[in-house]
Every structure is written in structure tokens, then in C-alpha cells.
């Protein structure tokens, strides 16, 4: 397939392929309104298969340009050519061509100025066209693809390739590198394709490509899947990146609900859904997705990131390859931690030192919270097996630097852990386990405390009460303007009541009536283990360290806090040798 254009398409656009080719007859049918050699039957507009334009789309481009499609079947001896000049068509003419079809479009709105003084730049329509001839050289890989603008070769893309040379092509071996290849199937469908590491995120959603029978679609359930698989893994305002392919029965999804075809309607909406989310958050589980920290280039060479966080599978769009000597590297140091790992969840594996005496006691009752330090305080929200954690007694060797962070050793290099974002993962998880088998443990209090609110807060009490009391909170109203906390979460005994419950019933304000239940919790939980974490800038005895990196190996998404910023960034040994010019 060869695309030549012109100032952006406006004065030239020409697609050339070596396909079957139009007969002669059929010629003129393909400029013709509502025609279209894709249905033999009526009962084929339910099982649509193929691609193209719709009947009218062809024609319509004819009526506002220049147009001329020459074509030639493989067993003719020569080719034929029709053309339109604002829809008016020519007789069909023999012409000499190859095998293949070749449309031509020029001067595109010549006779409707009006229209075309609204084009947008040459670099914005080039960009429209770049963006089209992108969907189609990523849904089919093995396609060899040319194109062309101003008779400049922008893209020049060899048949037969893997999806992810094309990835690295069109969005960088950087991004390429740090892709995670996805595949399930369930009841007939099969989804496979790429996914980003949670630290390659883009501020919109132009890095989300969605193909349903190798057709690129745009739905709101498969969007919100894919923002639901990465919740709690990108930071708020940003947007995961991902190229997933899915196949399903051609009856199962209707593609004629919009005119470039673009938006489609599933049958079975629910199942689509369900496909995509379980699969990234099962892929996320088994993946290790602890950020690397990419230093700069070095005096000689630039210092690449060993990060491959999912080995190779066949796929007919293409093989997940490594297409680079430092994916290469990247893979091997992936089925060494396989090895050395848990095989449900692949970990860091860490160097230990001796181990501290003493382990922090269990909280003590809810009136003597202020004279213990802010990690103690929270030792109830998860136990765990001390014994077990340690390996063979032995604890992690961490340094706290700035009071904010914790320097590691590990058997990839150094790594540098954010205390207030790990501790907030690790508290958000163990509240969500409490929320979800129940209801958070609640501790009665002696003196209810006093909240002044607004009316709109007393109403929002009313409304959500099952909310508040699965957080653990009971509030009584106490005249038109005073609320009574009765009851608070036993796990938060150190934080001022009053203040955890305007903040609460602040952020409940700025939700509608048709926000899942769930979703609520969730976000309350995010907010509440951000405000019960240790913070940045405390200073932590090596008991507390030790306590902390020990409840890091029993949380199930330790890689990133509740807000998607990173709990830990590593700096490998490799990376140090070169610094210090050891290699």
C-alpha cells in the first residue's frame, strides 16, 4: 500500500495498492451514491466483516473533487480507468497499470470554496492522515505501507513485521521497551496486544488504540475498562497507553452505528468488558512494575533501562520480538527474577543485614495513640507473620535520607523508596480488604466529638449514611448545624476526627447520583490512607524502616501509591558501573 499526498491531502491524495482489482464494469458502481460490492445478501448486513467505506462515502468525496481510480485485475491484460469531475463521471477508458487499485483525489472542495476555506493548516490535515494511515499499518503489521507527503518519504514500513517494530516506529524504542504483552481468551473472544508500564502514561487519550476485528474503534465500556485495570497505577490527569486487539464472532458487534465506522455496538457489552479488565489487572498481579530511573546518556554511550516486563508470545498480528539488544538484556533479567520470585507475583529480591531486635508492639487502646509514632500507631492494619516475612531472620538494610526517602540494596542495584507513598499503599489495601469483608472496625467514643457543617453537609450525612458507616464512622445529627461523631475508625485513632469528617464530606459533595457505590469507597479510602500515611520529612527509628519494608512484601501492588506516583525508583548495577566508568 503506497499514500502520496499533497499540502496535507488538500491538493492531492493517492492510494495505491497490488490487490484484486475493480473489473471494468464495476468501475463506475464504485463513484455511484449508496452502492457498495461488500453485500451480496441482506443478511450480510449482520455479519460485516470487511472494511472500506460506506456505500455513500466514496461518492460524496467524487461530488467536492477531482477524482480518477484506475484498477486492473491480476488475469487482465490491461488495466481501466474512470474519473469524476465533481460528479460528473467519464466514460471508462483502458490505461496501462499494474495489478491493483489506485484512487487519486485532487483539489479536494474545488468547487465548494466555502468549505474548503474552513480546512484547517497543511500540518493539522497531515496530521488527520498521519493519524489514519497509523490504524492501519498497526492492524496489519505484515503489511508493507508507504507514505508520502510533498513527494517525502515519512514512513517507509517493510511487509511481513511484528506489531512491536511498528510500535517502535510510530511511537518510539523508548515506549516500545517498556510495553506488556497481554493475551486471554474467554467464551469465543480473544483479546491480545500491548500495554504500557504505568510510568509511560500521555495527558490524553490519543495513546489508546482499541481494534475490533482489526478495525480501529473508539467505545466509551473498553476506555473505561482500560482507566478501570490501571486505577490507582497512573497519577490523576494522565492517561495509560495501550494497543489491544480483539477478536470476536462479526455478528457480535454491530459496525454501522456511526458513518466512518469508528464507534460500534457490542451484543454482549458486559463480556467485552469484563475480558479487558480482568486480563490487565491479572497481567498487572504477575508483573513486576517497580519504576526504573533512567539516569541520562553516559560520557561515551546513553544509558538504556533494562525493562521488559513480559516475555514474548506469537500473536498473528505479530510476536512480542526483542528487537534490541537491551530488550534482549531486559528479558533475561526477567526470567532471573522469575526464578528467584514468588510465582504469583514476581518480586525485587532484596539484600538483608541483621535483623533489629525488637518488633514494633500492636497499637495501644485509642487514648494513648499520641504518645506512639505515626507507623506504630497503624501496626493493627496488618500483623502479618513476622517470622515468615523475615527469611531466615534477617531484615532489610535501608538508610532514610531527607527524612522522606529510603535507600535500598537490591540484587538490580539501588533503589530509593518514597516512605509517605509506600505507606499509603500499604494502609489503602489493607482498609479496602477491612471495607470489602465487612465494615472497618469502629471505636466507640467516651466524649462524641462536635463537627459544625453547612446544610448541604447535614443533608449529604442523610443521604450517605451506609457509605460513612462501612468507613467506620457514626454521626448523629445535634441541631441544624452540628453533627455528633459517635463512633470513629479504630485504625485512624490518630488523626482529629473533625477534620477527617468535613474532609470526607467534601469530597462525597462532588459526586452525582449515578457514581457506584464502590467507586465512592474508593476514592475515600485513597484520600483517607493519604492522610493517615506518615508524611514526608518524619523522621523514622530502624524499627519503624524495618516494619515498613516488611508490610511492602505482603501488599499486592506495592509498585505505585493510590494516586499512580511511584513508591520506588531503581537505579540498576549496570547503570552504576557505567557511571563510574567500571564498564
Known amino acids: 500500500m503506497e499514500v502520496h499526498l499533497e499540502r496535507g ?110 480546512l484547517k493548516t497543511v500540518q493539522t490535515e497531515l496530521a488527520h492522515c498521519v493519524d489514519a494511515f497509523t490504524r492501519v499499518a498497526l492492524a496489519y503489521p505484515e503489511l508493507a505501507a508507504v507514505l508520502k507527503h510533498n513527494d517525502r518519504v515519512l514512513y517507509d514500513l517493510p511487509g511481513g513485521g511484528r506489531l512491536l517494530e511498528r510500535l517502535a516506529l510510530f511511537f518510539g524504542r523508548e515506549l516500545a521497551e517498556h510495553l506488556i504483552w497481554v493475551e486471554a481468551e474467554f467464551e469465543g473472544y480473544r483479546l491480545s496486544g500491548y500495554v504500557a508500564h504505568p510510568s509511560q502514561t500521555r495527558p490524553t487519550t490519543k495513546g489508546q488504540f482499541f481494534f475490533v476485528n482489526r478495525r480501529y474503534v473508539r467505545d466509551r465500556s473498553l476506555s473505561h475498562a482500560l482507566a478501570e485495570a490501571y486505577r490507582g497505577l497512573v497519577m490523576s490527569g494522565r492517561q495509560p497507553i495501550a494497543f489491544l ?28 468488558y469484563s475480558l479487558v479488565l480482568g486480563t490487565l489487572r491479572d497481567r498487572f498481579l504477575r508483573t513486576d512494575l517497580t519504576t526504573h530511573l533512567r539516569v541520562g546518556p553516559a560520557s561515551t554511550a546513553e544509558a538504556e533501562v533494562e525493562r521488559v516486563p513480559a516475555p514474548p508470545s506469537p500473536i498473528e498480528l505479530g510476536s512480542a520480538p526483542p528487537h534490541a539488544e537491551s530488550v534482549k538484556r531486559g528479558l533475561e533479567a526477567f526470567y532471573r527474577r522469575q526464578r528467584g520470585a514468588p510465582a504469583d507475583r514476581p518480586d525485587l529480591r532484596l539484600t538483608r543485614g541483621p535483623r533489629p531486635q525488637r518488633r514494633l508492639d500492636l497499637p495501644a487502646p485509642v487514648g ?24 531466615g531472620g534477617e531484615e532489610l538494610r535501608a538508610l532514610q535520607i531527607h527524612n522522606s526517602y529510603l535507600v535500598v540494596e537490591s540484587d538490580e542495584g539501588l533503589m530509593v523508596i518514597d516512605q509517605h507513598a509506600l505507606h499509603e499503599r500499604i494502609l489503602y489495601e489493607q482498609l479496602r480488604d477491612r471495607v470489602r469483608n465487612g465494615y472497618l ?8 466529638e462536635p463537627v459544625e457543617v453547612g446544610a448541604a ?28 461523631v459517635r463512633s470513629y475508625p479504630a485504625a485512624l485513632a490518630n488523626l482529629p476526627a473533625a477534620q477527617l ?5 467534601e469530597k462525597l459533595s462532588g459526586y452525582g447520583g449515578d457514581v457506584e457505590e464502590e467507586h465512592v469507597i474508593d476514592d475515600l479510602l485513597h484520600m483517607i490512607a493519604c492522610k493517615a500515611a506518615i508524611k514526608a520529612g518524619q523522621k523514622l527509628t530502624q524499627d519503624e524502616i524495618a516494619e515498613l519494608l516488611r508490610r511492602r512484601e505482603l501488599a499486592r501492588d506495592h509498585h505505585h501509591c493510590p494516586h499512580g506516583r511511584p513508591t520506588a525508583l531503581i537505579l540498576t548495577r549496570e547503570e552504576l558501573d557505567q557511571r563510574f566508568g567500571r564498564r
Do not use: W
Not at 15 to 42: M, Y
Not at 54 to 59: I, K, Q, S
Not at 501 to 505: H, N, S, Y
Open 9 to 118: 491531502g488538500q491538493d492531492l491524495i493517492r492510494v495505491i495498492d497490488n490487490g484484486r482489482g475493480i473489473s471494468p464494469e464495476d468501475l463506475p458502481l464504485a463513484l455511484a451514491p449508496h452502492a457498495t460490492s461488500k453485500l451480496t445478501t441482506p443478511e450480510d448486513l449482520y455479519r460485516i466483516g470487511t472494511m472500506g467505506f460506506r456505500g455513500e462515502a466514496l461518492a460524496s468525496i467524487a461530488s467536492v473533487s477531482r477524482v480518477r481510480i484506475e484498477s486492473r485485475l491480476p488475469s487482465a491484460d490491461s488495466g481501466y480507468a474512470i474519473e469524476s469531475n465533481g460528479g460528473q463521471l467519464s466514460e471508462v477508458m483502458a490505461c496501462g497499470c499494474p495489478p491493483g487499485t489506485m484512487v487519486e483525489v485532487r483539489n479536494l472542495f474545488f468547487n465548494t470554496p466555502v468549505r474548503r476555506k474552513f
Open 245 to 272: 486487539f480483539i477478536e470476536m464472532p462479526v455478528e457480535d458487534v454491530d459496525v454501522n452505528v456511526h458513518p466512518t465506522k469508528v464507534e460500534v455496538r457490542f451484543r454482549d457489552t458486559h463480556r467485552v
Open 368 to 391: 494513648t495513640s499520641q504518645n506512639r509514632s505515626p507507623l506504630a500507631q497503624k501496626a493493627d492494619l496488618g500483623t502479618g507473620d513476622t517470622e515468615s516475612t523475615a527469611r
Open 441 to 448: 472496625e469502629s471505636q466507640r467514643l467516651l466524649v462524641p
Open 457 to 484: 453537609e447535614m443533608e449529604l450525612v442523610h443521604e450517605r449514611a451506609d457509605v460513612l458507616r462501612r468507613l467506620g464512622l457514626e454521626l448523629e445529627p445535634f441541631g441544624p448545624r452540628t453533627l455528633l
Open 501 to 505: 469528617v468535613i474532609d470526607l464530606l
